[in-house]
């Protein structure tokens, strides 16, 4: 019921569509972009709710109070606690090793401000764990959700940020201004 529900939400009340060509396999990192607005992440909801998906994601632990902490995290919520040098990325990337099943959502701008700089942790992160990256781009200009590229890491990222960074040039976030890459 609940799929059903946001299906309609999603496609049919929102008028969004989806353009999904690449292979999911049973680990994988999504990295999503832009990320211009907390509607992202109603969208993100309702996508994932509405295709059966299950994926965690990293939030800013300040999101994490009464009541909104619990329901993010059994929605796939991680708090990250930014002011402390701890290493998620290998954190993350071993329990990527040791899981039969690892889905793991980053945007990597870090922010929903301008930033043109992305967090490289989503990279580090299915390098490390020897997992693709699914490039999922929000376009709010076209109403599309779109997967059509992934990209193994090599360890080059020099190389390959800026193709990751290049797929999402043409997109259009909620606030378009707030994007760069």
């Known amino acids: 019921m609940l799929k059903g529900l946001c299906s309609w ?3 049919r009340c929102l008028g969004w569509k989806k353009e999904i060509t690449v292979k999911h396999p049973d680990k994988y990192i999504i990295c999503l972009a832009p990320h211009t607005s907390n509607w992202d992440f109603v ?3 309702l996508y994932c709710r509405a295709e059966g998906l299950q994926s965690n994601y990293l939030m800013k632990e300040e999101w994490f109070f009464w009541p909104l902490g619990p329901v993010f995290r059994k929605t796939g ?11 998620m990325t290998d ?18 701008e870090g ?3 301008y930033n ?4 490289k942790g989503f990279y580090f992160i299915a390098e490390k764990a020897g997992i693709p990256i699914l490039l999922y781009a929000l376009d709010y200009d076209k109403k599309l959700i779109r997967c059509t590229k992934s990209v193994l890491p090599s360890g080059n990222i020099e190389k390959e940020l800026p193709e990751i960074k290049q797929y999402f040039a043409t997109t259009k976030g909620k606030y378009p201004e707030k994007f760069g890459i």
């Not at 889905?103 to 990597?108: E, K, Q, R, S």
């Open 9 to 11: 939400l999603l496609y």
């Open 43 to 45: 969208l993100g909801q």
């Open 77 to 87: 919520g991680i708090p990250v606690c930014r002011k402390q040098k701890t290493s």
């Open 91 to 108: 954190t993350l990337a071993e329990a990527a090793k040791k899981s039969d099943v690892f889905h793991l959502t980053i945007t990597p």
């Open 111 to 113: 922010t929903r401000s």
């Open 116 to 119: 043109p700089e992305w967090k």
